[in-house]
């Protein structure tokens, strides 16, 4: 049973359960625990601050899935049925945040929660999360959720900004998609070259702004709902009396208002992915023991502030039934920019003037934001499975600013199919990309939670008691096995609306491709490779732990020097406990 991690000693170097003696390479432990050649550098920079960690996992978790995939559901199911099923999900997610933030928190490797897939579970679920092996293709069809969606989001930005061209009812070549594909790709490539501490900053800053529009949204809804629009009619709780608050879907009476509030489980999930983002993040974050507990916590609550104060307030703005709501999901098939917004409706009904262009410009904040996010996940992503030695070496080769370069090109050039889909019809095409990433992004919480139940059974094997640990998920071992469950029946039935009326074959593959590519990835990985299921005894809980706990004490010296053995202010920390709970 391993209890430690040791190292060098007598010629032999040991990291977690594996060994390595003289006559192999030249070998140096790495911060995960996984062995490199001394003179191949591989290391992440932990140049990732507290407030950054923090925001980042929010504004990973606020998209465009608010701000305009809201208003479908919204038609489809009613307000009382969305407003459940979102608080619902966004229970379900802080479990799985809780028990990621408890691994992370006791180790935050590089490699993220790939690497506790790894350690604590079987290899071949480890590859199944974020699998790549030469050729390349596996890559991308094991995490289409990163590979897919960056594109996805340069696409849409590009179409959000040619909204303001079909304002003016401009047409010529300035108007072309392709140019601000082109432009928005090459900065984020940017801003991921120049180092995760700039990346950092930027998505703090885009994350701040996400928030600024959530809370003038909440505002403004707020307004119109008591009668400060055009029309001056205070509407209060009038659309849940009438039309109602429960929508009916595919059936008449109690079974359709059911089958109408299980529909809105998958909408709400692909609302709520991007959270689990601080789990790659955790590789790159100073501090990472206190920055990964404050930075779940946090997302927690401004997530269930900003999703379920907003669902509220806009069932109390646009009954379900409406025919600007209606209008705008038409507008919604082909497009997305602010006339497909539920929020540009409530603003309509209300009489209010001149909304579109600002929320436009609100959705171009997001899907620009999502982009630059999903590049640095997929960038990561690629760099943890090289570190696992399920990628080619290449991609585990970092520059010294800590940025994996090879792992950016390659992610950066699959995103090129972006400019493939710049033609007419091509949203419809993202509407399935919609629906891929949300089976993926399922099985990536089912992943997460599988890896917590295994990583609490060793430390129970290994006599590692809660107190030992930083962080602990108030769920324990039964919520996140509750947790699974509640995600693997999501999982089966995410598509059961295509099993109604005419069979819809390509709504059926998008829906459920997802389940056999994963399962085939972890017996395909268990065939060739031969991986056995990690006892809990035998599991490594130490391997690169004490080069993390070092570098975090060198770390909060250095903080403690610069501050000068100064104590925290009274304004430090009134606005920690004030504005910082929001910025």
């Not at 993220?112 to 991308?140: E, H, W």
């Not at 109390?316 to 038409?330: D, G, I, K, Q």
């Not at 436009?360 to 030695?389: G, K, M, P, Q, W």
Request: glycine letters at 8%; charged letters at 15%; aromatic letters at 14%.
């Amino acid at each position: 049973m391993v209890r430690q991690t040791q190292y060098m000693e007598q010629g032999l170097e040991v990291v977690g359960c594996q060994e390595y003696d003289d006559e192999h390479e030249k070998l140096t432990n790495g911060a995960d625990g996984a062995v490199y050649n001394a003179d191949f550098r591989s290391e992440l920079k932990r140049d990732l601050k507290t407030r950054q960690l923090a925001m980042i996992a929010l504004g990973g978790a606020l998209g465009t899935g608010l701000i305009v995939n809201t208003g479908p559901t919204l038609a489809r199911v009613g307000p009382g049925s969305m407003l459940f099923g979102y608080a619902i999900v966004g229970v379900l997610c802080y479990a799985v945040m809780t028990a990621m933030g408890e691994m992370a928190a006791w180790l935050p490797l590089p490699s993220g929660f790939t690497g506790f897939a790894n350690r604590f579970v079987d290899p071949a679920l480890g590859f199944a999360l974020s699998a790549s092996v030469n050729p390349f293709p596996f890559y991308i069809l094991t995490e289409p959720q990163y590979i897919i969606t960056t594109p996805n989001n340069l696409i849409a930005s590009a179409l959000v900004i040619q909204f303001w061209f079909n304002q003016i009812e401009y047409e010529g070549p300035a108007s072309n998609p392709a140019i601000y594909v082109t432009i928005i790709l090459i900065t984020i490539i940017a801003i991921n070259y120049f180092g995760v501490g700039i990346f950092g900053e930027f998505e703090f800053a885009l994350s701040s702004l996400k928030v600024l529009i959530m809370i003038g949204l909440m505002f403004l809804t707020l307004i119109l709902a008591a009668g400060g629009g055009g029309d001056g009619d205070p509407k209060g709780f009038r659309y849940w009396s009438h039309p109602g608050a429960f929508a009916e879907y595919i059936q008449a009476g109690s079974t359709g208002r059911f089958l109408a509030f299980w529909s809105v489980m998958s909408s709400a999930v692909f609302s709520f992915l991007g959270a689990e983002l601080v789990g790659v993040t955790v590789g790159e974050a100073q501090n990472p023991r206190k920055a990964i507990p404050r930075a779940v916590r946090l997302t927690f609550y401004r997530i269930l502030i900003f999703y379920i104060v907003l669902i509220l307030l806009l069932g109390m703005n646009v009954p379900y039934n409406s025919r600007f709501l209606l209008t705008a999901n038409t507008i919604g098939n082909e497009a997305v920019n602010a006339e497909a917004s539920p929020f540009v409706v409530a603003a309509q009904i209300a009489q209010v003037q001149a909304l579109p262009s600002l929320i436009n410009a609100c959705i171009l904040v997001f899907t620009f934001s999502a982009a630059n996010s999903d590049l640095y996940i997929a960038t990561r992503t690629l760099y943890a499975l090289s570190v696992e030695h399920n990628a080619p070496r290449i991609f585990s080769y970092t520059n010294d600013r800590g940025v994996p370069i090879y792992a950016l090109a390659l992610s950066s050039a699959l995103c090129t199919t972006a400019f493939i889909s710049v033609h007419i019809g091509a949203f419809a095409t993202f509407q399935y990309f919609i629906s891929l990433v949300t089976i993926f992004g399922i099985l990536t919480w089912i992943s997460i939670l599988v890896s917590h139940i295994f990583f609490i059974r060793a430390r129970q094997a290994q006599n590692i008691p809660d107190s030992a640990l930083v962080y602990v998920s108030p769920f324990g071992l039964r919520g996140s096995i509750a947790a699974l469950v509640f995600c693997c029946v999501i999982t089966l039935f995410n598509g059961f609306s295509d099993f109604v009326g005419d069979f819809d074959w390509r709504n059926f593959l998008v829906h459920y491709i997802g389940i056999p590519l994963y399962l085939a990835m972890i017996f395909g990985y268990k065939w060739v490779r031969g991986s056995q299921r990690v006892k809990a005894r035998r599991a490594d809980l130490f391997g690169g732990k004490e080069a993390i706990d070092k570098d975090e004490e060198e770390f909060l010296a250095e903080e403690k020097a610069r501050r000068g053995g100064r104590e925290e202010s009274r304004a430090e920390r009134w606005y920690r406990l004030t504005l910082g709970n929001l910025f």
